[in-house]
């Protein structure tokens, strides 16, 4: 332990000294860089800059909420809401997240939201809320998911990444044959996929759910409101993990839920106040609420910085490909262009299969503004292994690692990288 902390701390001289180069807009979001073992791992733990103040008020999260009279507890404890906003108890619903809510709900012309303590809470709480015996999902589904679905012993079908309508629509009628029931079938869209950004025929897809009167829910986290309306397109349900582009910092786990139909948002708030699954804290709310309205300015700076990122992996030799539907050479550009327009932060670069893994890893730890870290969607870039379990849907041969840019200076993120490519 004592070696890995001293080592922790030489490689993060290194960060100090290498940023010292940078331009002042990447010192700015690196600044103070951190030893991970000094801070548990946790980038901006007293909140960035002027964060750290906003966050001493606001409502906290308080349990008991206050009544001026018996009556007044009594109509609010019947529907479930204060007049003030927010619940009769603080727990599930504080006025923050009421505001954040309705926020999101509105952006996607939804009828209402619900919010949770991460992205995979909120997968959680819509699968539960219908308990399906059975739900289709791509093959390129976020990984956690799978887990989920295993511990509740719910039946993956699992379709194509990126799969065309013909490929859909059989596994989608012989499903329909053994699970008749429109409960007991839900249909699972998450576009681009996760790892490998493949995108299935979203509207084809969901036309042939329809005409089987079956739910639909889509994982929007890729894309956020910014590039895709799932409801817009006769989605059901949209789940977001609005832990990654809408808080922007890494300092907002959280996920929403947005259902298009009343009955549809009454079962899922239902399920909530049952497991009392919708704490989230209302500093999270707050800053979801705000960085909302920048969401999109950051997006494009994101997406910016990526396409100059991947021309360049393009150009090296070491790369055998990348795998972005942003690329016109990709197979999935042309629904990309017509269901997202632009890109965002992410890509994954396939390496030569011939490179040992150990000198691909030697890249990666060379990197000084790269940080290995999961959850992708903040200020600071990030890499990471892609390790998928396919079933239906073969993985390119060679090592890959997903890149996620963050919002630092372009020229700094480049000069990274071929400083530490030295190393291939
Ligand atoms: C990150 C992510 C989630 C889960 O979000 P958390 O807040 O980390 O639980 C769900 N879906 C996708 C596609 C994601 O990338």
Same mark, same amino acid.
């Given at each position: ?115 949770? +303590?991460?992205? =995979?809470?909120? /997968? $959680?709480?819509?699968?539960? %809320?219908?308990?399906?015996? &059975? *739900? ?125 139909? +009343?009955?549809? =948002?009454?079962? /899922? $708030?239902?399920?909530?106040? %049952?497991?009392?699954?919708? &704490? *989230? ?144």
């Amino acid at each position: 332990m004592e070696g890995k902390i001293l080592e922790a701390s030489i490689k993060c001289e290194a960060r100090r000294a290498f940023l010292a180069l940078c331009s002042p807009k990447t010192r700015l979001l690196h600044d103070p860089v951190a030893d991970p073992y000094a801070v548990c791992g946790h980038p901006n733990p007293a909140g960035l800059g002027d964060a750290a103040r906003f966050s001493q008020t606001g409502s906290w999260g308080q349990s008991s909420v206050l009544f001026p009279k018996l009556e007044t507890y009594r109509t609010a404890d019947k529907c479930g809401r204060a007049p003030y906003g927010g619940a009769e108890y603080g727990v599930p619903l504080t006025p923050e997240a009421d505001a954040v809510c309705r926020k999101i709900a509105a952006l996607h012309k939804g009828h209402g939201a619900v919010i949770c +303590p991460s992205g =995979l809470a909120a /997968i $959680a709480t819509t699968v539960d %809320a219908f308990s399906p015996q &059975a *739900v289709l999902i791509p093959d390129n589904v976020y990984g956690p998911m799978l887990r989920f679905l295993n511990r509740r012993r719910i039946k993956q079908i699992r379709y194509p990444a990126g799969a065309s309508a013909d490929e859909f629509r059989p596994l989608l009628l012989k499903a329909r044959s053994e699970y008749p029931l429109r409960e007991d079938l839900l249909v699972y869209i998450e576009a681009p996929g996760s790892g490998t950004f493949e995108i299935p025929d979203i509207d084809g897809m969901i036309a042939i759910a329809q005409n089987a009167k079956l739910r639909t829910v889509m994982d929007n986290t890729w894309a956020s409101h910014v590039r895709f309306q799932p409801l817009e397109h006769g989605i059901d349900i949209a789940v977001q993990a609005t832990t990654k582009y809408e808080g922007g910092y890494g300092d907002t786990p959280s996920g929403i839920v947005i259902a298009k139909h +009343p009955q549809d =948002l009454r079962i /899922i $708030a239902a399920e909530l106040r %049952a497991t009392g699954n919708g &704490a *989230v804290a209302p500093t999270t709310c707050s800053r979801l609420y705000h960085r909302i309205d920048s969401t999109e300015e950051r997006l494009n700076q994101h997406a910016g910085t990526a396409a100059r990122l991947i021309e360049w992996f393009l150009q090296q030799p070491f790369v055998t490909g990348v795998l972005s539907p942003t690329l016109a050479t990709s197979p999935y550009h042309e629904r990309f262009l017509r269901y997202f327009g632009q890109g965002n932060s992410l890509f994954s670069v396939v390496f030569r299969p011939d490179l040992p893994a150990k000198q691909v890893e030697a890249f990666v730890d060379a990197l000084n503004l790269f940080w290995v870290a999961e959850s992708w969607g903040g200020h600071l870039s990030l890499v990471l292994p892609v390790h998928a379990k396919r079933e239906v849907t073969p993985l390119p041969d060679g090592y890959i690692l997903r890149f996620h840019a963050g919002l630092e200076d372009c020229q700094d993120l480049l000069r990274d990288l071929n400083q530490a490519a030295r190393i291939l």
